[in-house]
């Protein structure tokens, strides 16, 4: 078949009649991801209900009815490419690099911490390529879930989803925890001392033996709940609001980070070096040693959740097909170099062993204060303030990345509509956000950083593999769909990237604790019982197909054609 054969309804049908006649078996494959018949969607009349249901869970999203989907939404085209770049930064740096790197040093690395942030660096470019290139062919909010949606069937596509919702919902609560334990450490420079009562989750979490209980004297995290319901509000008056809060507070963190290195890469210690990488002495691979590394790798991971997030805002895009790719390339370029950078300075500053706290960074500063004699008071009260603002940025790009993954899965039928209500001054999804906000700082209230960051960071890497396998797939049954932003390697020799990409992430899922590898299953247990009981009776292509497709189609921007074409669709196609 040729590659700039058109996929139109007419050809299907043409082609279904031909199949006897030796159609090859990629030939037949393509034709599952063809330009569809609205009416395809239905059940047909000799279809057992078993069958029916069964060819549901499979149910594709057509890449066309996407692309008319970007022309019909009703959120405001904003953004443009320095400010997705900025989404990216904003979402990246923040408890990974103020939180994680000193526990992932102290509990499980070492020194060669920073190897494992190359590692988590090197398995995270393989997925940056491959978002960056369903991004450009596919810029539809929804990240991974609309990917899965459009390649691998509808009941993945709500896997992922509920995957996303881990992600970007545990993931922001994650960072509320470090937030407070900064908000803390910043009055306790003044001598100021607030209660543990009213700033510490209310539980604590032990992963070995694995056990969660109540810690006597822990409230609720005061501090976590507030700023999380703050961003909230920000986020429900407007993405250009948005936008412009998140960008100033980049621009302060990133100053931060480089004012910390270059101040104290001139202060480090290297006999802190020494052992770079420490002996596993516990029995247990996963504490030091090499295998140490790679179990460091899998928490620090999570320091890159966050250029994903860029794909969420693709609604509110300006040019999605161009400035997605570069909005998740730059930032994860820009910040790689900076961890690999801070974890070094910092784990040169203060011996590992001290690392273990909830403000790494100050700790590192306050052991050269300790060696020199000299007082530091300017560099933590800075650093402070940037950690405080980066991590605000972070909290508001994983919210606007979970309510946007909302409020696709809405507009598909699969969560109630009422998520998918946009402000009609507003022009954001005020439901979802408010409804999201408020589970997220109720989570960060209570629940400690460790357990929340181990199941996001597990998540991500289940999301990661779904998508390097959606870009196999369409580059061999929808090679006709243009794509700004192509993985190198040609026709064929491009899937050595997605495949070594797929394997990377089935190495850091195995090497992360078992006890949140059971928390995953859980949660996915959690959200079948919702699709089954739910999501799949009420999905649009199950309920109304023909006036789905007739909906978008009709009210899709012209104006947006020339990037997008609407293709026409034969609607009152004969189904006998």
């Known amino acids: 078949m040729a590659e700039n054969k058109s996929f139109d309804a007419n050809y299907v049908e043409e082609a279904g009649g031909k199949r006897s006649g030796g159609m090859g078996f990629l030939e037949q494959f393509q034709l599952r991801y063809a330009k569809v018949d609205p009416a395809s969607y239905l059940r047909r009349p000799d279809e057992t209900g078993v069958q029916y249901w069964g060819r549901r869970l499979g149910t594709l999203k057509p890449v066309e009815l996407l692309h008319a989907e970007y022309g019909n939404t009703e959120l405001r085209q904003y953004l443009n490419w320095w400010q997705l770049v900025f989404i990216g930064i904003g979402a990246i740096i923040g408890t990974g690099i103020f939180v994680l790197s000193g526990q992932a040093a102290a509990q499980n690395a070492g020194p060669a911490v920073t190897v494992s942030f190359i590692v988590a660096a090197f398995a995270s470019c393989f997925a940056a390529m491959s978002y960056s290139e369903l991004a450009s062919m596919i810029p539809v909010s929804g990240s991974a879930y609309t990917y899965a949606y459009a390649t691998m069937g509808e009941f993945v596509a709500w896997i992922l989803g509920w995957d996303l919702i881990l992600e970007y919902m545990v ?66 008056v407007g993405i250009r609001q948005s936008s412009w809060v998140n960008s100033v507070i980049v621009i302060i963190k990133l100053i931060v980070v480089v004012l910390f290195i270059f101040a104290m890469c001139g202060f480090v210690d290297r006999s802190n070096y020494d052992p770079y990488v420490p002996p596993n002495t516990s029995g247990d691979w996963h504490y030091f040693g090499a295998p140490g590394i790679f179990a460091a790798a899998s928490t620090v991971f999570f320091a890159y959740i966050g250029f994903d997030s860029v794909t969420t805002a693709a609604m509110e895009a300006k040019n999605p097909k161009r400035d997605l790719p570069i909005g998740i390339i730059g930032s994860l370029v820009v910040t790689t170099v900076l961890y690999i950078a801070f974890c070094t300075v910092m784990t040169g500053a203060a011996p590992y062993t001290e690392l273990n706290t909830a403000t790494p960074v100050i700790t590192a500063i306050e052991a050269v204060e300790a060696r020199t004699g ?65 589970i997220t700082a109720l989570l960060s209230a209570v629940l400690p950083v460790d357990l929340l960051g181990n199941m996001t960071s597990v998540g991500t890497l289940l999301a990661f593999f779904i998508v390097h396998a959606g870009v196999i797939v369409l580059r061999f049954t929808r090679p006709d769909v243009e794509r700004w932003f192509k993985i190198p390697g040609g026709k064929y020799f491009f899937i050595v990237f997605p495949i070594l990409g797929m394997v990377i992430c089935v190495l850091l899922i195995a090497v992360a604790e078992v006890t949140t590898i059971w928390r995953l299953f859980v949660w996915m247990g959690v959200g079948w019982v919702i699709y089954f009981a739910y999501g799949v009776r009420h999905a649009k292509l199950h309920r109304d197909p023909i006036g789905r497709f007739a909906e978008v189609h009709a009210h899709a921007d012209t104006s947006k054609e020339e990037v997008y074409p609407v293709q026409d669709y034969d609607y009152q196609h004969d189904r006998s």
């Open 171 to 236: 993931g922001a609560a994650t960072v509320g925890v470090g937030w407070s334990g900064y908000f803390k450490k910043f009055f306790g420079l003044f001598g100021i001392v607030f209660a543990d009562s009213w700033t510490e989750p209310t539980v604590i979490w032990d992963e070995n033996p694995a056990r969660i209980y109540y810690e006597e004297g822990h409230a609720f995290n005061v501090p976590g709940f507030v700023v999380i319901m703050l961003i909230t509000i920000v986020l429900c």
């Open 374 to 438: 000299r007082s530091w008071l300017w560099l933590k009260i800075i650093t402070i303030i940037g950690a405080l603002a980066g991590l605000s940025s972070v909290i508001l790009i994983m919210l606007l990345g979970q309510t946007r993954v909302f409020y696709s899965m809405a507009k598909d039928g699969l969560f109630p509509q009422v998520f998918a209500k946009v402000h009609p001054r507003f022009k954001t999804p005020y439901i979802a956000t408010i409804t999201v906000g408020s």
